[in-house]
């Protein structure tokens, strides 16, 4: 077996990407950014980065999109808005965060 699959089944990282559409607009330099991606990545998630640093416009729409919520991240799933990173890692801390990512985002 490949020792990076070995690694990953070891610790539980997935290797077939989740079925739903995650979006997160974010700022290159951002640690809350940094850290909010780096447990996308660990769950397997293909996700769409909007890096909006510096452009206003784009955190404008944001905000829109995101009921006012100008911090970054701001993350979306399947269209819904899940908050920002402390959001992410407490839905993944009570357990909803890999149902939501195993739904399809046309179901």
């Given amino acids: 077996m490949d020792p990076i699959n070995s690694f990953f089944q070891l610790f539980g990282r997935t290797t077939t990407p989740p079925a739903a559409n995650v979006e997160i607009y974010s700022w290159q330099t951002c640690p809350y950014c940094i850290r909010a991606k780096l447990l996308l990545w660990w769950k397997g998630v293909n996700y769409t980065d909007y890096a909006i640093d510096g452009d206003d416009a784009a955190r404008d729409a944001m905000a829109e ?13 399947n269209n819904n808005h899940v908050g920002g990173c402390d959001d992410l890692y407490a839905l993944d801390s009570r357990g909803g965060l890999d149902p939501l990512l195993a739904e399809s985002s046309a179901g």
């Fill in 65 to 77: 999109r995101a009921n006012g919520g100008r911090s970054v991240p701001q993350i979306f799933i």
